[in-house]
Every structure is written in C-alpha cells, then in structure tokens.
C-alpha cells in the first residue's frame, strides 16, 4: 500500500504534506468543506463570517493533516512515536491501572484521536502498564479494514465493535481502559443534548454503562501544539458519570468535550454531520 510506504517518510514531513492536502481541500469545492461550513457557522455563530472563514481554512488544514496522523497511528515506526508527546495527568490514570482497575476513556473525534491513541499507549507500555483497547466501526471496505485490524493490534492489543458491550466490560474489569469517543451523530439509543447551543443525538451507552456496571469514565483528549508535537490531557472523572440521571451526565459529557474543543477548534472533526438528526420541528442545518 502507498500509506504504508508514505509512512517511512520523516514525520516532519508527512505532517507537512498532510497540510499541504488540507489546502487544496479548501480551494476545491466538495461535500465535506461544505459541511465543515454549516457545523463552524452555526457552532461559532460569534464570530464574524470573515473569522469563520479562517477558522475554516484552518479546520481543513487540520483535516488534511489529521489523514496523515491516522496513517502513522498505524504505520509509521515506533521511533516516530517516541517525544513527540506530552502527557497531561497521567499519573491519575497510571494509579488507576497500577491498581488492576480499568475504565472508559472517552474522548472526542479531534483530528489527532488516532495518533493520540498510540502516542498515550505508548507511554503506558514504557511504564509497564496494560495498553488501552479501543472501540472502532469497521470500515465498509473489507480489504481495507484488514490492513487496518493489523496495524492497531500492533498498539492496543483488542479493537472492539462497538456494539460489543460483553467484550468491552470484559476489556475494563480485566484492567484496561477501553478508548471510546461517543461524540459522533446517532440515530438509536440516543438523547438529544445540547452541544454547543445546538440539540445534538448524543448515545446514552457512557452513561448507562458506568451506571449499571459501575465502571469509571476518564476523559481525554489529543491536539496538535506543533508541526508534528502534540499534547494529551487526561482528566478528571466526571462526577455525573454512573449516576442514575443519565441526561445530566450526558450534558456535562457534552459540555466538557464543547470546552476541549474551544482550545483548538481548527482540530474537530467538523467534517462529520454532527447535527444530522434533530428533534422533531427543529430545522436542520446541511
């Protein structure tokens, strides 16, 4: 595969190219930029259209650059990985696991995600840890999503589906965390809660699994603060979690991921519907 081979290249300047692929995504029309254009002018109605068009051509950049981040997530050398990350909060989670204790780390689909996975896993590996599982959708393409399955399995050791609640609990009470980004629009098994002032179908699945399995939620998160440095931040629980409100839970779910994201908010995966399925009688925005 040619991912494979772009992969050996110095990271400097994979990330480089990446960018490079970002502005073209800007200056050629096409449906994600257009989706990209309703999420950031609704999310950021503040700001004047002038500002939301760099903000804009800044999220398309990231975008462009977050492809290549998600190929060396899964090609590129283990040599590639090492300093290129600061870790935030680590010691919270390195007492947790040290203690046979696994959780749910949720995050949020910044441009960085898959990278962050690796970037995180590995520094759990230098300390002797269990690595993190991860939940990921199968790619519709099953040549594809083989080359994928391999190359993960190389830094989380156990990809989930994520319909697979048994094998996920399985996963946390055996003393992993189990990454889980819940983030993305849903049509089942959802809430409607607010995020950022818009009604967002959020999946009720974090909320009742920390409840009825009484399993912790750790939240964290990956951006990029350099040409290829990055930063990630693991936080505190969240005091909602496993409570029996799963709608506040929700929403402070949701407010924490909106507060991450104002931090660098070129890095969202703006090119994601988010906002696909609104309550009855509110009207959509693509």
């Known amino acids: 595969m040619l991912a494979k ?11 480089r190219v990446g960018r490079t692929m970002g502005r ?3 200056w050629i ?15 950021f109605s503040t ?3 002038a500002e939301q068009t760099e903000l804009l051509k800044a ?15 899964l090609w590129a050398p283990e040599k590639y990985v090492a300093n290129r990350f600061e870790i935030k909060g680590l010691g919270r989670l390195k007492q947790m696991l040290a203690e ?9 689909h910044t441009t960085s995600i898959e990278w962050g996975i690796r970037g995180l896993n590995h520094a759990l590996k230098a300390a002797n840890l269990p690595v993190g599982h991860m939940m990921a959708r199968a790619n519709n393409n099953t040549q594809l999503e083989a080359h994928f399955v391999v190359a993960r399995k190389k830094f989380v050791d156990q990809l989930i589906d994520k319909k697979d609640v048994r094998t996920l609990l399985k996963s946390i009470k055996s003393g992993h965390g189990v990454y889980y980004a819940p983030d993305q629009n849903f049509s089942y098994q959802c809430e409607f809660i607010s995020f950022f002032e818009r009604p967002a179908a959020t999946a009720t699945a974090p909320a009742k699994l920390t409840q009825s399995a009484n ?16 930063v990630v931040e693991i936080c505190p629980e969240l005091p909602s979690m496993g409570s029996s409100d799963y709608s506040q839970a929700l929403t402070e779910m949701n407010q924490l991921f909106e507060e991450k994201i104002r931090q660098y908010p070129e890095q969202y995966l703006w090119v994601h519907r988010r906002f696909k ?3 009855e009688g509110v009207e959509g925005i693509y």
């Open 277 to 279: 399925n609104q309550p």
């Open 5 to 15: 081979r772009l992969c050996q290249l110095p990271l400097s300047l994979q990330m």
């Open 47 to 49: 700001l004047d259209a």
């Open 24 to 26: 073209l995504l800007y």
């Open 29 to 43: 029309p096409n449906k994600r930029k257009k989706i990209a254009h309703a999420n950031i002018k609704h999310c």
């Open 215 to 230: 399993i912790k939620a750790v939240p964290w998160f990956c951006f990029r603060t350099g040409p290829a440095q990055w």
């Open 100 to 108: 046979g204790k696994g959780c749910l780390l949720l995050s949020c």
């Open 59 to 73: 999220n398309m950049v990231a975008t462009g650059q977050g492809v290549f981040e998600m190929m060396s997530a």
